[in-house]
């Protein structure tokens, strides 16, 4: 389990949901195992793809 601990300064709904979507795609997503790219990182995989 993955524990994060942001200090932002989040005024409004928008703010919020961009936060989280920047850290799910740019963050959490690219250095994550997936089992569907034979456990490996998404960078990792298209390294080995390209």
Do not use: D
């Not at 932002?8 to 795609?25: K, M, R, V």
């Not at 740019?26 to 089992?35: C, D, P």
Request: glycine share 2%; hydrophobic share 40%; net charge negative.
């Amino acid at each position: 389990r993955e524990w994060v601990y942001l200090n932002l300064n989040i005024s409004n709904f928008e703010e919020a949901y961009q936060s989280i979507f920047w850290y799910i795609e740019a963050f959490y997503n690219s250095k994550r195992i997936h089992q569907s790219l034979g456990y490996l990182t998404p960078n990792q995989f298209e390294k080995v793809s390209a």
